[in-house]
């Protein structure tokens, strides 16, 4: 059984059996978008890059990033999943075939690196399609836990290893959709 509620004045919620506390206001998260959003346009603006959104949970954030991506862009998606319930399983898997980015910008977009294992997976199938260039951009970064030497061009926030819901995160597939960011609440 998933139960959802919402309690306005402790900012509490609940995915399944796990309660979380508010962290981050929508207001908070657009304007770390908006600020990632004007430096990638700096850099960027006349190279048409390919932004890859990873799946599922960059679906959200990459929607707001390239509204404020006010020059040419193309998008593609790929899916990829490492996590069960709140850790991370070591083991990536691929689950939507790899676009063509032969010769073009790219720019991966994660919600959030932690392990780091998923970029180390897409970072060689990279490297195998001859590429223009490549950077990756992040919302969240959790240096706590990140032990690769992969550079994270574009980090919107660094933040606790504690495990966050919200804006295309999720707990067991529940919280993708609420605008805001909400942390794991220890008991
Ligand atoms: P990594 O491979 O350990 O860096 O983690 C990659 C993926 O795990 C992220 O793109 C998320 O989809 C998921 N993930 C990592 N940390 C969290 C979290 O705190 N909340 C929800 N999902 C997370
Ligand atoms: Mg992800």
Not at 7 to 34: G, K, N, P, R, W
Not at 84 to 102: A, H, N, R, Y
């Amino acid at each position: 059984m998933c139960i959802t509620y919402i309690c306005t004045f402790f900012q509490m919620i609940q995915l399944h059996d796990l309660h979380f506390q508010a962290y981050l206001s929508s207001e908070e998260i657009q304007e770390t978008v908006e600020t990632l959003a004007a430096n990638l346009v700096a850099d960027y603006q006349d190279k048409n890059p390919i932004f890859i959104g990873v799946l599922n949970g960059a679906f959200m954030f990459l929607s707001d990033l390239l509204q404020h991506f006010n020059a040419d862009c193309e998008v593609e998606f790929v899916k990829m999943k490492s996590y069960t319930g709140t850790t991370s399983t070591g083991e990536v898997k691929i689950q939507l075939d790899f676009p063509d980015v032969t010769n073009r910008h790219v720019i991966v977009v994660e919600d959030i690196v932690d392990t780091g294992n998923t970029l180390v997976k897409l970072d060689e199938l990279l490297h195998a399609k001859n590429v223009k260039s490549l950077a990756y951009c992040s919302l969240f970064l959790k240096p706590e836990v990140y032990n690769k030497d992969i550079e994270i061009n574009y980090v919107g926030m660094a933040i606790p290893n504690k495990f966050i819901v919200g804006y295309g995160l999720d707990y067991e597939g529940l919280g993708r959709n609420l605008p805001e960011i909400y942390q794991l609440k220890e008991v």
